[in-house]
């Protein structure tokens, strides 16, 4: 969809390795026919292969496409800045998905423009004044993704703030650098890349912010959509350092989206299907208990284990420095089940009974809290 978050990050991963794909945009009746059935949610990006396997969710289609194309490289060799680099990108990923979808829904030109989009051109085959789509597109998108997930008077300027100070931090790493660890795309620019191109740089609201607060952002995102590997010759920094500007955003990782998935882990744990949290000082009530992201803590905590020694005791140095570490560790390892006998990002056929279909679960797969 064009106007979908994680599929302009796809894309853009796409354009910059040249490995050669179709573009489908995809109506409601193919989500429910085509992408439902064979991957278990009504959600894109999804990726089909020419051998037919189904792949969904970037990160890991991220993995599985730099292991068969591997240059250039978006993952550094040095073992502390791919850590670093994996950090930032499911911090970019999943922690400002709230102020994207708040800028979208929350303010009137914003709402009205996007939901009469999307009423145009994914439920153009959905036999409904166009209209009334539209109305309940905005309608469902604020329940859902805006009161639903905690945005209320007393943390939206918390929010919003989330959005700045990422701005600020952006701004800073990318005065020195063309992209955020140096010369070359990295894993981290792809995790901030989704929520700052097909939201915050083009939704009017947020994109009128980038303009006037931090324009070294806007400039970053054409060159990383036009970005090929004859036009970006530089490297990334060098071996064991990170960019001026990195440990602040690990530190904002720290202080609210590290506390956020500790949280949603012991929900997940104790099968509460709604938490709360504070996230750098802001009390944060009845938001909703989410599989994919106890499987994202899993995975920071694997790739930290997984490290070499002396990297691994560096990193924890830094995350600890950074006040990072305790959220992460704190009360170990919280399994998620999510990909269990599955192989991610490949889909298994997954066959939707009619209720799944009518009621798809914007956040967890059906039956998610009934393993």
Same mark, same amino acid.
């Given at each position: ?142 329940? !859902? ?6 945005? !209320? ?12 100070? !990422? ?150 140095? !830094? ?53």
């Amino acid at each position: 969809m064009d106007v979908s978050y994680f599929s302009g990050k796809l894309e853009a991963y796409l354009r910059y390795k040249q490995i050669p794909y179709q573009r489908i945009e995809v109506g409601w009746s193919e989500l429910m026919r085509r992408v439902l059935p064979r991957t278990g949610l009504a959600k894109v990006p999804v990726v089909e292969t020419h051998d037919g396997q189904w792949l969904q969710d970037t990160t890991p289609i991220l993995d599985w496409m730099e292991a068969r194309h591997p240059e250039p490289p978006i993952l550094p060799a040095d073992p502390y800045q791919a850590f670093f680099a994996r950090l930032l990108e499911d911090y970019g990923d999943e922690w400002l998905w709230r102020p994207a979808l708040h800028y979208r829904w929350s303010f009137a030109p914003d709402a009205r423009l996007l939901g009469d989009r999307i009423a145009r051109e994914v439920m153009k085959d959905v036999p409904l004044p166009r209209s009334l789509l539209a109305a309940f597109v905005r309608r469902r998108q604020h329940r !859902t993704y805006v009161r639903g997930d905690g945005v !209320t008077r007393e943390t939206c300027d918390h929010v919003e703030g989330v959005y700045r100070g !990422t701005l600020q931090r952006l701004e800073r790493v990318l005065a020195g650098q063309p992209f955020l660890l140096g010369g070359r795309p990295s894993l981290a620019d792809y995790g901030f890349f989704g929520s700052m191109f097909r939201h915050f740089s083009l939704d009017p609201t947020p994109a009128r912010i980038m303009r006037d607060e931090a324009p070294g952002v806007l400039a970053w995102v054409a060159r990383l959509w036009d970005a090929r590997p004859g036009n970006v010759p530089g490297g990334f920094v060098s071996a064991g350092e990170l960019p001026d500007g990195w440990l602040a955003l690990v530190a904002d990782a720290g202080a609210g989206y590290l506390e956020h998935l500790h949280a949603n882990a012991l929900a997940w744990r104790e099968r509460r299907r709604r938490f709360d949290v504070t996230s750098q000082g802001v009390r944060y009530r009845d938001l909703p208990t989410v599989q994919y992201r106890v499987w994202c803590r899993e995975r920071l905590q694997d790739h930290l284990a997984a490290l070499p020694e002396a990297a691994r005791a560096r990193v924890q140095r !830094t995350l600890e420095g950074c006040g990072a570490l305790e959220p992460l560790l704190r009360d170990g390892r919280i399994a998620s089940r999510l990909h269990e006998g599955a192989d991610p990002p490949v889909c298994r056929p997954d066959p939707v009974a009619l209720r799944d279909r009518l009621r798809a679960t914007p956040w967890n797969r059906p039956g998610a809290f009934r393993g």
